[in-house]
């Protein structure tokens, strides 16, 4: 069964702190990682996606991906209280995309 | 990226009965893609619809009771049929757009 991990936190952290989230995942051949934001009631929206082992930066959004260790993470710098969402995690197994449960993020002021 | 919408945005159901939720793109995709997502949950996938063949279902998933339709390459449906309280939850639609994978609003349902 292949499987994407991620903490469900919740994950609390102050205003202007960094965020760190992080995600596991089972299948090796894996190919493409990406980071969905969901508010409450709303539906996922990308916010980051990543190929390459290393790191991508996008704003304060950074990903980072470490295939050998199969694990993909992303960091919120100066994080603010309208990042506070749940964060899911999904990675491309089969030409489909298999998330992970989700980690909720409170960014407190 | 995609624009996606979907028909109803939420419903109220009695158990027993069907709902069809609709799912049109503003471009041509080759496939679109059913999620579920339970409530306090994570995405669920359950099926993925190609136009011209038949849907194919994950495991856990059965035609018989998630129906779906795909008459043309911009539009798709799901029905959810016989309802339980059990299948309260937000269906979503999505589609690949290059690279990335992009969501529809989703269809919140509540079944009594």
Known sequence: ?109 | SAVISQKPSRDICQRGTSLTIQCQVDSQVTMMFWYRQQPGQSLTLIATANQGSEATYESGFVIDKFPISRPNLTFSTLTVSNMSPEDSSIYLCSVWKGNEQYFGPGTRLTVT
């Open chain 1, 1 to 109: 069964q292949k499987e994407v991990e991620q903490n469900s936190g919740p994950l609390s952290v102050p205003e202007g702190a960094i965020a760190s989230l992080n995600c596991t995942y089972s299948d090796r051949g894996s190919q493409s990682f990406f980071w969905y934001r969901q508010y409450s009631g709303k539906s996922p929206e990308l916010i980051m996606s990543i190929y390459s082992n290393g790191d991508k930066e996008d704003g304060r959004f950074t990903a980072q991906l470490n295939k050998a260790s199969q694990y993909v993470s992303l960091l919120i710098r100066d994080s603010q209280p309208s990042d506070s969402a749940t964060y899911l995690c999904a990675v491309v197994e089969g030409g489909k995309l298999i998330f992970g449960q989700g980690t909720e993020l409170s960014v407190k002021p």
